[in-house]
């Protein structure tokens, strides 16, 4: 499963990019991740659940504020 990124900008190191994904609340959420796992503007994660509308979707790699899941809406999953 993969899901819809808002940005994709170089990371720190070599291999990494820094991605942003809008989450159903309406913040951006950046995550640190090794480049191969971004394919265009889109990033591969791990469904947990969905609730009326909404995917909770497990990262990669933890966010930049400490967050491994989080709710996006199902427009943001392909």
Not at 9 to 32: F, L
Not at 68 to 77: D, K, N, S
């Amino acid at each position: 499963m993969r899901v819809k990124l808002e940005s994709a900008t170089p990371g720190p190191g070599p291999s990494e990019t820094v991605v942003s994904i809008q989450t159903a609340a309406g913040h951006t959420e950046e995550v640190v991740v090794h480049e191969s796992l971004v394919s265009g503007r889109t990033l591969a994660v791990s469904k947990l659940g969905t609730d009326e509308g909404l995917v909770l979707i497990e990262l990669p790699r933890e966010s930049v504020v400490g967050n491994w899941r989080i709710w996006v809406t199902a427009e943001m999953i392909e």
